[in-house]
């Protein structure tokens, strides 16, 4: 998994866009579940959005939800993850994840293989 973010390397303004992505291989894409998780300076590891294989379904933490979208391009091996109106506290290292079992409604566990991050920071 390896993921970057943007042509600027993942510093916006606050209320800005960011379009985080996550190419794939080794595994099988169409089949696995995938998701995102953050970690900022101190605090803990916080599953952020991921998505079932299975039927689409899609989970947000609740800090991000209407914020956030997550979605996934299986001809590509591609995972995305669009950021609206970033905020501050926002500012994290993100990885992208497959899932061997998305648990309904969280994202924070269930995930076996993570990628090696990248940085989002967020000015106000």
């Known amino acids: 998994l390896r993921s970057a973010a943007g042509v600027w390397g993942g510093l916006v303004q606050a209320g800005g866009s960011l379009r985080l992505s996550c190419a794939a291989s080794g595994f099988n894409f169409d089949y696995s579940g995938l998701g995102w998780f953050r970690q900022a300076p101190g605090k803990e590891r916080e599953g952020v959005s991921c998505?079932?294989?299975?039927?689409?379904?899609?989970y947000y933490a609740d800090s991000v939800k209407g914020r956030f979208t997550i979605s996934r391009d299986n001809a590509k091996n591609t995972l995305y993850l669009q950021m609206n109106s970033v905020r501050p506290e926002d500012t994290a290292v993100y990885y992208c994840a497959r899932y061997y079992a998305i648990v309904t409604g969280t994202c924070d566990y269930g995930a076996d293989y993570w990628g090696k991050g990248t940085q989002v920071t967020v000015s106000s």
């Open positions: 998505m079932s294989s299975v039927d689409g379904s899609t």
